[in-house]
């Protein structure tokens, strides 16, 4: 390491022992999220018993069981309009599934949210699923999870960023709790919520997700909640069938985002209140419940179902038209439920069906890559897809398949549309989210790579009048920079004098003639050839200017460089550069310039050889 410009004080990254504080607030975070997730199955089980069979019971049902006939329409319809009264007087944000509104908090409204978002989210969620929603718990319980998180931040002393951190932990840990999923909660934070792979973030949220994870065990029980018999190690022809799933399932996810979202506009057409639309989406929920009853609630025996390959034929048909038109019109109404179920029945179902004309595997082991692929497509987060199913069935040899579709799947996505499910929501309400994952240019830059090192310098007795002509004349060194450095008789840096200084002293007319060094600014911020832009540039964001001078580390008196705004540009400029303009590298001239003088070089010596006489 050099010691002597300080590049060894560099980090590869920015955490600092806060991150220990973060991690120990994650523990009860994590604790309270798996309590919480124990609640909201608990009412949906209660609302369920009593919507459906009449009774006052938490033992595990689903509305399948029932035999109301049709009146499971008017079962759907009450419960849909409950949500909607309470979205209109308690809060609208119960609406929806919970990512979007969960992202919005996060990335617009500093990680702050609501208390009675906490209480009405999975109040108005169980309501939801417990009266045949077709939807699951794990987007309640996100959200849920997330506004605990937000609300125990508060108590604290935090910064924005450090409250993002605890609210996604709150978020990781409800859906670690509920489906035993703890790796997948924790790449679903950092997929969906996070925007970024920082220790400072990534750690507390795995300690959150990781408690839960152990608290689920005497609150809920242990995983995996969809045992499967693990399926052989897998060859290329069946890696090569899961491309070509992947590749289809895409193509499904982007129908079902654009159905939903269809779906939501034809209800903004309608010339009622919003309050009422879950109650007209109910009805065709009820309808889709008395031609096929698997379509109603959670669906987590439908999902284990289609795992060990026990649907087959027309009823795999019959599921995935029914569940996706119900589910569509219903979360595009705006009722209250997660997406994360409905997406892995609907892949599954098309997974199983497209199993009957593979070669290889069983129709159980194509259900799961299609769960994968739908979400990694719908969603576009395919680490989140592959993971999630992997640890809802303990198959370790179905992972590569599952990488090898979710990753097409969501290749097919991110080509054909412009935003995920769950951003699409969001830029809908005129807020974009970019979701790419890069390295920030500024941190692999040094101000030494762009600083001008042709630094401007005046004497530091130069009257400002002197300095003004000499500009005004259109020096080569003076007039194209914003600012001038200022220097004392031994040539070191004695301050900094701008254009706006010069303009105020002409603009006061001094009787007496104000030398450089008197208009100048002689408190100097400046920055180290040998540090990141990013901290030179948020040293002057922190100090409102726009200029730094570059010192030697070693002789802070000694000017090297000028760093200016445009030099910050050029920055940009060059990875622009490196974005858009192609060409071959040096290499590919040179491998042709080689052949061409072995190719010459052969036939001089063939032309030169003696023929035969």
Known sequence: MNHKNGTDSLRDFRTNRRVILLSILAIPIGALSAVVAKVLIWLIAIITNFSFFF??????????????????????????????????????????????EALEAILLGRSLMEPKVAVLKPISSAISIG??????????????????????????????????????????????AVFAAPVAAVLLGIELLLFEWKPRSFVPVAVASIVAAMMRVPLLGPGPIFP????????????????????????????????????EDLFKRLPIHWMWWPAI????VGIGGIIDPRVLGVGYGTIHQ?????LLGTALIGLLIAKTLVWSVALGSGTSGGVLAPLLIIGGALGALLGHWLPVGDPGL?????????????????????????????DLNALPALLVG????MAVTVLWLRRSILTEKLARRGRHIAREYSVDLLELTRVGDVMEKDVPSVPAEMKVIELSNLIARGDTVLSRRQATLIVDQENNLAGIITRGDILRVLRESLAVPMTVLEAGQTNLVVAYEDESLHDAAARMLKHDIG??????????????????????LAAQARFYEEESVRGRGPIVPSMFEKAIHSLSSDKIAKNNTPRPS
């Open 55 to 100: 009774r006052f019971s938490s033992a595990p049902v689903t509305p399948q069981e029932s035999h109301l006939g049709y009146w499971v329409i008017a079962v759907t319809v009450i419960g849909a309009l409950i949500i909607g009264l309470m979205a209109r007087y308690g809060s609208e944000k119960i609406r929806g599934h919970g990512i979007p």
């Open 228 to 263: 499967v018999v693990p399926h052989a190690t897998l060859g290329i022809e069946a890696l090569g069938a899961a491309f070509v799933v992947g590749i289809l399932t895409g193509i499904a996810s982007g129908l079902a985002t654009t159905l939903v979202y269809s779906f």
């Open 547 to 568: 200029r730094l001078p570059v010192v030697d580390r070693q002789d802070p008196g000694r000017a090297i460089g000028y760093l200016g705004r445009a030099s910050i």
């Open 306 to 310: 289609l795992m060990r390959g026990e």
């Open 281 to 284: 989406g109910a009805v065709f």
């Open 131 to 176: 009266t045949g929603g077709p939807f699951g718990a794990e987007g309640p319980i996100i959200m849920t999870g997330g506004a605990f998180g937000s609300l125990f931040a508060q108590l604290f002393h935090l910064t924005a960023a450090e409250r993002k951190t605890l609210l996604v932990a709150g978020a990781a840990g409800g859906m670690s």
């Open 366 to 394: 194509w259900a799961m890559i299609g769960m994968a692929a739908m979400m990694g497509g719908t969603m576009q987060a395919p680490l989140t897809g592959m993971i999630f199913v992997l640890e809802l069935s303990h």
């Open 406 to 409: 979710s990753v097409a799947s």
